[in-house]
């Protein structure tokens, strides 16, 4: 049919229609800006289909190295296509609970040298427990395996691991949760669970780490007292280590980690049992053990931290960022001497289980959901 044979009422309706779909493009448009106190943003799926993105690390190409905890795979990502190829030789990891591929890290001289540290559950007979190992990608393979450390001792449940991998002036810091079950052990400087440990980038133990002249004491462990630390992150500005741990019901904490230093748990916490019952009477401070930075009443389940230190949003500059698992949101944290100033919730009503965030290179952030897709924000155009 013609256009010149169009009956006046059809071409009202042509007209409806189009303005119905430009109403409704609009509307999708602005649905994909999000408002936030200082910046409107934008997010870019980058990938899909990574079952639990737990770890992310940029290497020097643009791509990214993505962990998938629950099917032990690591990923690397083209951030500009959007796919994606498992890598090879990756080591069988035990993926069960909250167990599997954990966090990777690239070493601070990786132009040169090459590493790619990353850290996993193994299984050895009915027992696990975690591994930190590093290799050398050739094409998309591991080559040059090699185990730095290995977890003392190894338990049979399949909770409370932590894992996070930070380098620091050489040294690789990364955390262990105490394992659900034995949250005393947390206490006891002759295993590893809850605790932040530091070895040197080739698995030695550093000679001035605290205990290492304690009889009895696992020579690798920096702080203690820790439940499930799954954020570690280093403050640039004012070279502080900071570290996000699970509470029970309530108590989530954010930390600055210090050599030898005793951060309380169980002996101290702001959160509950499950039941609601009091932990050690209700107790939340005592002399000589350390008060966090902040904590979360209710718990939004701090998984991953970022320090931000790029210019694409010069208003977030120096501020912490943690992904929140069971209250859903981007949670974005101002510390000015000390002190945590405001707190505000990013993507809250998305249902997006945020589990982790990293500054890229291009001074973007970027951030993983359970389910699993990673993201970058930018700001509005």
Known sequence: MHASSCSPSWRIMAVTILLAASHISCAQSKSRVTKTESVDIVVDTIARNITIPFGMAFLPDGSMLVTDRSEGKIWKVDP???DKTALQNVPAV?????????????????????WIYFSYTLKKDSLNGTVVERARLKGNALTDIER????SPFYKNEAHFGSRLVFDKGYLFFTIGERSALRDSAQKLSNHFGKVIRIRDDGSVPTDNPFVAVPGAMPEIWSYGHRNPQGLVLNTVTGELYESEHGPKGGDELN?????????????????????????NGLTEKEGLEQP??????SIGPSGLAFYTGDKFPMWKGNVFTGALALQHLNRLVVENG??????????????RVRHVKQGPDGYLYFSVDGGMVMRIRPAK
């Open 94 to 114: 035990h993926g069960k609970g909250q167990g599997g591929m954990m966090d990777i890290a690239l070493h601070p001289d990786y132009a040169k040298n090459g």
């Open 148 to 151: 730095l450390f290995t977890c």
């Open 256 to 280: 600055v980690i210090r050599s030898g230093k005793n951060y309380g748990w169980p002996i101290i916490t702001y959160g509950t049992e499950y039941t609601g019952t009091l932990i050690n």
């Open 293 to 298: 930075l902040k904590y979360y009443k209710p």
């Open 339 to 352: 002190k945590v100033v405001k707190e505000e919730r990013i993507f809250e009503g998305r249902n997006w």
């Open 80 to 82: 500009k296509k959007g």
